[in-house]
C-alpha cells in the first residue's frame, strides 16, 4: 500500500469520516492525542472551500493545537476567542462600512489575544484592527490587507513602524497619508530594509495620479532588498520611467529584484506594446519572473522578452493580454528553465504543430482573438479536416514545466489526428502538475464548445500517460463525453491526481452520475461558470 503524506491523510479524514466515526478511531490508537491531533487541527478554516463551520467544542477542546485559521464568513468569528496560540490569521469578509470598529471587535480582541501571530490577512478591516496589529503583534513577518481608509497621519506612521520589522507586505487600493501639506513626509522613514516582497496598490483620496505615482513610487523606493513587486497601479498613465528605473540594471534602488508584476485595472485600454518593449528592453536580466495584465504582447515584446530574459526566466504570468498565438509559441521553445506558465494563450493548434496557413497574410484573421459571435456562426466544413502530411513541431525548451495555463484552440472540425500530435507535445512535459487547456480564454467561449482538446481514450487520452505528476486538469467550458473506462485510466495513470475542473460529461444526468465516480476515488469536480441544480436520477452510468 502506498504511504500517504499527512496532507493527503488529513484531506481523507475530513472527507470520509464523520465524528461518530473519527471518535471510534481516536479510541482504538493510543497515540493519537501525540502525534496525529497536532496535525489534525493545526489549520482550521471555514470557506467557500470548506463551508461546514467548525462546532466550538472542536475548537475549544483543541484550542492549544490551532496555529491557522482562514474565515470567509464572520457570524461565527467568535468561536474562535478562545485561541492563544495562533500563528497565521486569514480574515476574508466584509463587514461594509455601517459600525465598522464594533463589526471588527470579535477578531481585533482575537489579534490581541495572540502576540505570537507571524502573518496576518484582512480585507478592509477597521482602524481599530490594524491599531491592534500594528501594536500587538511584535514578531509579525507578513501583513496583507485591502480597500483601507488610512489617511489619519497616526495610522500611516504606526503602519510604517510596523514596516520595519515586516518582510512580505500586500496593501492594494489603500490610502496613505504621505506626502502633500499635511502628510507625513518621506525624509522622516529612510527605508524598510526587511521587506523583500511586496504587492502595492496605493490609491489617493482625490484621485490624483501623480500622488499616487508618488506615493507607491517614494514606499518601493524605499525597500532596498526588494526581491518581488507586484505593482498595481489604479489610475492615470503607467509610469514608464519609473518601472524602467526600478528594473534597471543600474542605479536602480532595488538592485535585488527577480521577480516583477503589473496589474492594469479592467476599465483601462489595452497598454500599447511599445511602452512593454520599452520596459522590456531596458530591464534586469536577472529576472526570473515576469507578469503583466492589459497588455498587447505582440511581436517586439515577444522578441524583447526572449533576448533579455530567455536564460532566466521561470515564470511567466501574462493575463488578460491581445497575446498572438506565435509569439506565445516562440516564449515556449525559447526560454528553457519556465517552471510556471500561467493565464497565457490561446495558443493555436497550427502554430503547436507547425502547420502553415493556407490563407493571404492579409487574409489570415488573427486565429486567437475570433469572437464569439464570429464562431457562434460560423460554417464549419461537411468533413473533419486530416491533418497535413508535411508539418513540423517545433520543440518545447521547457521541459520542466510543472504549471500550464494556456488555452488550445482551432481543433473544431479537425480530424483525430490533429488533438493526438497536440497531446504528444504535451506529453512531453513530464513534470507537470497543473493543465489547464482552456481557462485563460473560457469566456469567449459558449458552454460546450468543441473548440478544444477531448480528454477520452478515444481521443487519444492514454497518450498523455507520462504525466506520472499531474495532480489538476482545468477544461471548462469544453465539451466532453468522458466514461468509466476513461476515468478508471486517469485513477490508474495518475497516482497524483486530486481535481478537475470543467463538465465532465455535455450530459447533466451522466455528469452528475461521473462526478460521483470521481468523488469515490478521491478526486474532486467543479465548475465555475454555470449553476447547476442537483439531479436525484440514480440511474445506470454510460459506460
Known amino acids: 500500500m502506498q504511504a500517504l503524506e499527512v496532507p ?95 463589526s471588527w471587535m470579535p477578531p481585533t480582541t482575537l489579534v490581541r489575544h495572540n502576540p505570537d501571530l507571524t502573518i496576518v490577512c484582512a480585507t478592509d478591516p477597521s482602524k481599530g484592527f490594524l491599531r491592534a496589529v500594528f501594536t500587538c503583534c511584535p514578531q509579525l513577518k507578513r501583513l496583507e490587507f485591502n480597500g483601507t481608509d488610512m489617511t489619519n497621519i497616526m495610522m500611516t506612521d504606526l503602519l510604517f513602524n510596523v514596516c520595519l520589522r515586516l518582510e512580505e507586505l500586500k496593501m492594494v487600493d489603500v490610502t496613505l497619508s504621505v506626502g502633500g501639506h499635511c502628510g507625513i513626509s518621506w525624509d522622516d522613514w529612510p527605508a524598510f530594509p526587511k521587506i523583500k516582497k511586496l504587492w502595492l496598490g496605493i490609491t489617493h483620496e482625490r484621485h490624483w495620479a501623480s500622488q499616487q505615482t508618488e506615493q507607491q513610487h517614494g514606499f518601493i523606493k524605499r525597500c532596498p532588498n526588494l526581491e518581488s513587486l507586484t505593482w498595481s497601479f489604479s489610475r492615470g498613465l503607467l509610469p514608464i520611467h519609473e518601472i524602467k528605473e526600478l528594473l534597471s540594471p543600474e542605479n536602480s534602488p532595488c538592485p535585488k529584484i527577480k521577480a516583477f508584476a503589473f496589474h492594469y485595472p479592467g476599465f483601462h485600454p489595452h497598454l500599447p506594446e511599445i511602452k512593454w518593449f520599452e520596459i522590456l528592453k531596458a530591464c534586469n536580466k536577472n529576472l526570473t519572473s515576469f507578469g503583466s495584465s492589459k497588455t498587447i504582447f505582440g511581436e517586439l515584446s515577444g522578441q524583447a522578452l526572449i533576448k533579455g530574459l530567455a536564460s532566466t526566466l521561470t515564470r511567466l504570468h501574462i493575463s488578460d493580454t491581445a497575446t498572438k498565438s506565435a509569439v506565445m509559441m516562440k516564449i515556449l521553445v525559447s526560454c528553457p528553465h519556465l517552471i510556471h506558465v500561467t493565464s497565457a494563450g490561446p495558443l493555436d493548434v497550427r502554430d503547436i504543430l507547425g502547420v502553415k496557413s493556407t490563407k493571404p497574410d492579409d487574409e489570415d484573421e488573427d486565429r486567437t482573438t475570433l469572437s464569439k459571435s464570429k464562431r457562434k456562426n460560423a460554417v464549419g466544413p461537411s468533413k473533419k479536416q486530416p491533418l497535413p502530411k508535411s508539418f513540423r513541431p517545433l520543440e518545447w525548451a521547457c521541459k520542466n514545466l510543472q504549471t500550464l495555463e494556456i488555452g488550445i484552440c482551432g481543433l473544431e472540425n479537425k480530424a483525430s489526428g490533429w488533438q493526438r500530435e497536440v497531446l504528444g507535445q504535451l506529453a512531453k512535459l513530464k513534470q507537470l502538475r497543473v493543465l489547464d487547456v482552456c481557462t485563460t480564454y473560457a469566456s469567449s467561449l459558449s458552454e460546450g464548445s468543441r473548440d478544444g482538446l477531448d480528454f477520452r481514450l478515444a481521443r487519444g487520452l492514454d497518450i498523455l500517460g507520462s504525466l506520472k505528476m499531474l495532480e489538476t486538469l482545468r477544461f471548462d467550458r469544453l465539451w466532453q463525453e468522458m466514461t468509466i473506462q476513461d476515468i478508471d485510466w486517469m485513477v490508474r495513470a495518475w497516482s497524483r491526481f486530486s481535481y478537475i475542473q470543467g463538465w465532465v460529461h455535455h450530459e447533466q444526468s451522466q455528469r452528475v452520475r461521473l462526478k460521483k465516480l470521481f468523488k469515490r476515488h478521491g478526486i474532486t469536480v467543479e465548475h465555475c461558470y454555470k449553476f447547476e441544480p442537483p439531479v436525484q436520477d440514480d440511474g445506470p452510468i454510460k459506460g
Not at 496525529?36 to 478554516?45: A, N
Not at 477542546?61 to 464572520?74: A, E, G, L, P, T
Request: glycine content about 2%; some cysteine.
Open 8 to 102: 493527503e491523510i488529513l484531506r481523507l479524514v475530513g472527507e470520509f469520516l464523520d465524528y461518530p466515526r473519527l471518535a471510534a478511531a481516536t479510541a482504538v490508537c493510543k497515540t493519537w492525542n501525540t502525534t496525529f491531533i497536532p496535525f489534525l487541527y493545526h489549520t482550521l478554516e471555514w470557506s467557500y472551500k470548506f463551508p461546514r463551520h467548525p462546532r466550538s467544542f472542536v475548537v475549544s477542546d483543541n484550542v492549544d493545537h490551532i496555529r491557522v485559521i482562514k474565515v470567509s464568513f464572520s457570524p461565527w468569528i467568535d468561536s474562535f476567542t478562545d485561541c492563544t496560540n495562533l500563528e497565521e490569521v486569514h480574515f476574508n469578509f466584509e463587514f461594509g462600512d455601517h459600525d465598522k470598529d464594533t
